[in-house]
């Protein structure tokens, strides 16, 4: 197995199970990260999804380069596929991902966070774009995502110089958007995924949605998808749950429908 996966409340957590090779990102554990996946899009009781890596020492090094010394091209190209499938089907999935980086995140590895929607590091996490020194180039949406995230200079401030940079940094530049101290990282990624699993499920689904696919349309079509999408809000019995317990002065209770 490659995914430690366990359920806590609405939300489930994903460890990545590899700690002696620095969690990094084998053919086996993409198929199971597809299958994961896979699973969770048809789960509509899952709320959140915490992703995070086995150990203290990273979230996940990236490709497997001893693999990867193993593999025809070919094969390497069947590898990029399937990253690149996986990754779009986590921006896709109907729930938010919240990337809990416990430690290094480096090429595959932080493309991997890229495409979650909250990412949360550990003082100690250290994270980058190291493609261009291993003669290569981030191929798994690193470079259009970590632009889109952090805007093109700083983007290639990280890619060219293929450094390393720390949470600290990582937080200055929109990269992370919360820190924990190493030991309350995961207690931190799990109450931020109750935080959100309090909402309402389809307004959750849809405001990704709105804000994902409406980043790179223009102005007026980005305003009619969020129309379309506030829509689907306004049909569903949780907005009148709402409304009700508001007026009772009470917590809601979402059902999803
Ligand atoms: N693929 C395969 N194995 C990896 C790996 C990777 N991407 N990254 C680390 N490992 C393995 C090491 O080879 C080592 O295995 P060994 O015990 O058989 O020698 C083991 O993980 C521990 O590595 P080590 O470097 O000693 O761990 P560390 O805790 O000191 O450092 C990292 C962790 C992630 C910072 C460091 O391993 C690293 O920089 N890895 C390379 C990351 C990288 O460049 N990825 C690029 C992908 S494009």
Redesign the pocket.
């Known amino acids: 197995m490659e995914f430690r996966i366990e359920r806590r409340g609405e939300a489930e957590v994903w460890t990545i199970d590899g700690e ?3 969690n ?1 990102i084998s053919m086996a554990m993409l198929r199971e990260l597809g299958d994961h996946l896979a699973r969770a899009a048809a789960d509509r009781a899952l709320r959140v999804v915490v992703l995070t890596g086995a150990g203290d ?2 979230f996940c ?8 010394a193993r593999m025809s091209p070919d094969d390497v190209q069947t590898f990029h596929d399937g990253l690149r499938r996986a990754l779009r089907a986590i921006e896709e999935a109907p729930q938010p991902f919240v990337a809990a980086l416990n ?2 995140a ?4 932080l493309e991997l966070a890229l495409a979650c929607d909250l990412r949360i590091a550990s003082d100690a996490a ?1 994270l980058g ?3 261009v ?2 003669g ?1 180039i ?1 191929g798994g949406g690193g470079t259009q995502r970590l632009a889109r995230l952090i805007g093109v200079a700083r983007a290639k401030d990280l890619v060219l110089t293929a450094r390393r940079c720390g949470a600290a940094e990582a937080l200055a530049m929109g990269l992370v958007s919360r820190l924990s101290p190493p030991q309350r990282l995961l207690a931190d990624a799990l109450d931020l995924a109750a935080r959100l699993s309090r909402n309402a499920p389809v307004s959750l689904r849809q405001a990704k949605r709105a804000i994902d696919g409406g980043f790179h349309l223009p102005l007026e079509e980005a305003l009619d998808l969020e129309h379309r999408l506030y829509q689907d809000c306004m049909r569903t019995k949780d907005r009148v749950e709402a409304l009700r317990a508001f007026a009772e002065k009470r917590a809601p209770v979402f059902t999803g429908e």
């Open positions: 002696d090779r620095r990094a020492k990273a090094a990236g490709a497997d380069l001893k693999e990867r430690g290094a480096l090429g595959g590895g250290q774009l190291p493609e020194s291993l290569i981030p």
